[in-house]
């Protein structure tokens, strides 16, 4: 049964720590090419029957995501995504 | 009549105890609430503890929100009903829309645990007109994600109306635009705050006891005392 995916990541004009220690950790590794890295949060989702995207953005908007600092998509896994 | 004060506890909260002892110490009754009961059991007031509800999972009180207790104080809270939320309380209440704005990780990713001077901006709630305006307090705060964040428009409203409550002074713990660690709703009967003034209550655990002010203002609140 396809999963759908919500990808839910931090309003542009919202500040993410997080992303931020980790672009700063990046010349550790070597790598100094790197500008800027946001941190999100990805959701799979499983219906019992169909997947109902409706449903998913309803429980995304409601309940995944807060819209006040985050915005968030919402889709069907592509089919290889959806191999158990 | 002895003011009757609801604390909720939900799995993972904290700071529920410390709160009803400053409710008890305020000499009020502290009426212990469950997270899974939807009843307030006639409470004429409710707080919202610190902690961890839920483990803080998807997001701090994102899923303390849907708690059947919390479908009856939203909606006694759109009525009039008095609630203080303290920290994870706070973060309840925002992502339950009765306050504007969220709470996010610390700018500097550290979890802050100490005593933290605030400025009373607002003597004009439920929850705070036992203090000057402009007084300032001395109460702990022990946070990692208490970085107060609205849009601008948000902020400025805020500003203008009166209903920043608390301000950091000395030093900004978490980041919080314009300093901000408590607000209230546009009636003055909901507040929220980052710091604990349950734990400033009494002189052998606290640093002051300048959090008691919270508690004895709800009950001349509901005395009758003009807000």
């Given at each position: 049964?396809?999963?759908?995916?919500?990808?839910?990541?931090?309003?542009?004009?919202?500040?993410?720590?997080?992303?931020?220690?980790?672009?700063?950790?990046?010349?550790?590794?070597?790598?100094?090419?790197?500008?800027?890295?946001?941190?999100?949060?990805?959701?799979?989702?499983?219906?019992?029957?169909?997947?109902?995207?409706?449903?998913?953005?309803?429980?995304?908007?409601?309940?995944?995501?807060?819209?006040?600092?985050?915005?968030?998509?919402?889709?069907?896994?592509?089919?290889?995504?959806?191999?158990? | 009549?002895?003011a009757r004060i609801g604390v909720?506890?939900?799995?993972?909260?904290?700071?529920?105890?410390?709160a009803a002892?400053?409710v008890?110490?305020a000499?009020a009754e502290a009426v212990?609430?469950?997270?899974?009961?939807?009843?307030?059991?006639?409470v004429d007031a409710v707080v919202?503890?610190?902690?961890?509800?839920?483990?803080?999972?998807?997001?701090?009180?994102?899923?303390?929100?849907?708690?059947?207790?919390?479908?009856?104080?939203?909606?006694?809270?759109?009525?009039?009903?008095?609630?203080?939320?303290?920290?994870?309380?706070?973060?309840?209440?925002?992502?339950?829309?009765?306050?504007?704005?969220?709470?996010?990780?610390?700018?500097?990713?550290?979890?802050?645990?100490?005593?933290?001077?605030?400025?009373?901006?607002?003597?004009?709630?439920?929850?705070?007109?036992?203090?000057?305006?402009?007084?300032?307090?001395?109460?702990?705060?022990?946070?990692?994600?208490?970085?107060?964040?609205?849009?601008?428009?948000?902020?400025?409203?805020?500003?203008?109306?009166?209903?920043?409550?608390?301000?950091?002074?000395?030093?900004?713990?978490?980041?919080?635009?314009?300093?901000?660690?408590?607000?209230?709703?546009?009636?003055?009967?909901?507040?929220?705050?980052?710091?604990?003034?349950?734990?400033?209550?009494?002189?052998?655990?606290?640093?002051?006891?300048?959090?008691?002010?919270?508690f004895?203002?709800i009950l001349?609140?509901l005395?009758?005392?003009?807000?």
């Amino acid at each position: 049964m396809p999963r759908v995916v919500v990808d839910v990541m931090l309003k542009p004009e919202i500040l993410d720590p997080q992303g931020q220690a980790v672009a700063n950790a990046l010349p550790r590794l070597g790598v100094t090419d790197v500008s800027s890295v946001r941190i999100g949060r990805r959701i799979e989702i499983e219906f019992s029957g169909q997947p109902d995207l409706d449903r998913a953005r309803e429980i995304a908007d409601k309940l995944l995501a807060n819209p006040v600092i985050e915005d968030y998509t919402v889709r069907l896994a592509d089919a290889e995504e959806s191999t158990p | 009549m002895t003011a009757r004060i609801g604390v909720v506890t939900f799995p993972g909260s904290l700071d529920d105890r410390d709160a009803a002892r400053a409710v008890r110490i305020a000499g009020a009754e502290a009426v212990p609430l469950w997270h899974d009961d939807p009843n307030l059991h006639g409470v004429d007031a409710v707080v919202l503890p610190g902690g961890f509800s839920y483990g803080d999972y998807l997001r701090c009180g994102a899923i303390a929100r849907f708690a059947p207790v919390m479908e009856t104080i939203a909606a006694g809270a759109r009525d009039g009903l008095p609630v203080l939320g303290i920290c994870n309380g706070f973060q309840i209440l925002c992502e339950a829309h009765l306050l504007p704005g969220a709470l996010t990780r610390n700018q500097h990713l550290h979890f802050r645990n100490r005593d933290q001077w605030l400025r009373v901006e607002s003597a004009g709630t439920a929850w705070t007109n036992a203090f000057q305006p402009g007084q300032e307090i001395l109460v702990p705060v022990k946070n990692g994600e208490g970085r107060y964040v609205a849009d601008q428009r948000t902020l400025d409203e805020l500003e203008a109306t009166g209903r920043v409550v608390v301000r950091y002074v000395y030093g900004n713990p978490n980041g919080s635009q314009r300093d901000i660690a408590g607000i209230t709703n546009e009636a003055g009967n909901v507040v929220g705050l980052m710091p604990h003034p349950e734990h400033a209550v009494e002189a052998l655990t606290g640093p002051s006891l300048d959090g008691l002010g919270f508690f004895t203002s709800i009950l001349k609140h509901l005395l009758g005392a003009p807000a």
